[in-house]
């Protein structure tokens, strides 16, 4: 983090990782955007999840499921439900950088699911993505949600190339990612009438101030977001209301913001089929299936290994 802080508040534009946003209040909030009407993606892909679970375990016959990012782990359980039945499931390892959400999600599986050995790490899943190494095969690594598109194209190189190097030739890689669509509807997703949205983007300052000693005022910052047609991806920036100097204790950081600099804090990169099967393809990763909802808003993709 001090390094990410020290790096994003020195650079123009200012820029601050979205992994920061997950503390406990920002898992939290993440859960309640998940629940709102405008934030289309956990409904769509639980429902597209829903429908083809019992074809992923046909396909896989996966004895552990990895997850980074795993969050609460809430659609993942249709996975391990149609692993269960098929009878080749017996390790689930969530890995998360938010220790309060891996500790309410496994201690709910724990009870939900007796037989299963559950596994969880905190880590940073772009610096370590290494399957607990008695894992027993094949292995599924699940990467829901679509945090797939909070990577920029070297960030997902980068992460592709880990998971590839790391996966057995019977092992699969089951991808969630959100599609390109229309601006409004997108909009809408990222600023939601309620405002919680606002809030979790906010929440990032909160992180800052309360694990570095900043001064950051949450308030004098206004939720941004927007759609930026070239890259094809939304974006959540903070905009300073007015001129200020922020302070950062433990880095010894004094930052200046000018009235309206904008500072990003995410990117949510929306896909299209043919760019992502080439993305995955470049990695050594073969698209086999390829589903959506019949919206085409979102899809899910199981992809093996190339020879
Ligand atoms: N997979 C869940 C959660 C998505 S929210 C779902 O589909 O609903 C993104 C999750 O990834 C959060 O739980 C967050 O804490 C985690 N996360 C974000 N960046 C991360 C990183 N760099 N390393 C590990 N976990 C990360
Ligand atoms: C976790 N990630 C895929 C979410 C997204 O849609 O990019 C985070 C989020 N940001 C704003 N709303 C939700």
Not at 129 to 150: K, Y
Not at 175 to 195: M, N, T
Not at 217 to 238: G, I, K, Q, T
């Amino acid at each position: 983090m001090r390094r990410d802080v020290v790096a994003g508040l020195s650079a123009t534009p200012k820029i601050l990782p979205p992994k920061w946003f997950y503390d406990a209040r920002g898992s939290d909030l993440f859960e309640q955007i998940t629940e709102l009407a405008e934030y289309y993606p956990t409904r769509v892909e639980e429902r597209i999840l829903a429908r083809i679970a019992p074809e992923i375990a046909g396909a896989t016959g996966a004895a552990t499921v990895f997850e980074p990012g795993s969050g609460s782990s809430r659609k993942t359980r249709l996975l391990l439900d149609a692993l269960t039945a098929r009878g080749t499931l017996r390790c689930y390892a969530p890995l998360d950088v938010s220790p309060s959400a891996l500790e309410q999600a496994g201690a709910a599986l724990i009870r939900d699911y007796p037989a299963l050995t559950v596994a969880a790490t905190v880590a940073d899943f772009e610096a370590d993505l290494t399957v607990p190494h008695d894992a027993p095969s094949p292995r599924l690594i699940t990467f829901l949600g679509s945090t797939i598109g909070n990577l920029d194209p070297t960030e997902r190189r980068e992460f592709y190339d880990m998971l590839r190097a790391d996966l057995g030739p019977a092992d699969a890689f089951l991808l969630g990612a959100d599609l390109v669509k229309d601006r409004d509807v997108l909009v809408r997703a990222y600023d939601d009438s309620q405002g919680v949205t606002a809030e979790f983007n906010k929440n990032v300052l909160h992180v800052i101030n309360r694990e570095l000693g900043a001064d950051f005022d949450p308030d004098s910052f206004a939720h941004v977001a927007l759609w930026n047609e070239e890259e094809e991806r939304m974006e959540m920036h903070l905009r300073s209301r007015y001129a200020q100097t922020v302070k950062v204790r433990a880095l010894d950081l004094s930052v200046d913001f000018a009235a309206d600099e904008l500072m990003r804090t995410e990117i949510s990169c929306k896909f299209r089929r043919d760019g992502l099967t080439a993305e995955l393809s470049d990695c050594g990763l073969d698209v086999r299936n390829w589903w959506t909802d019949e919206a085409e808003q979102f899809a899910v993709l199981l992809a093996v290994p190339s020879r």
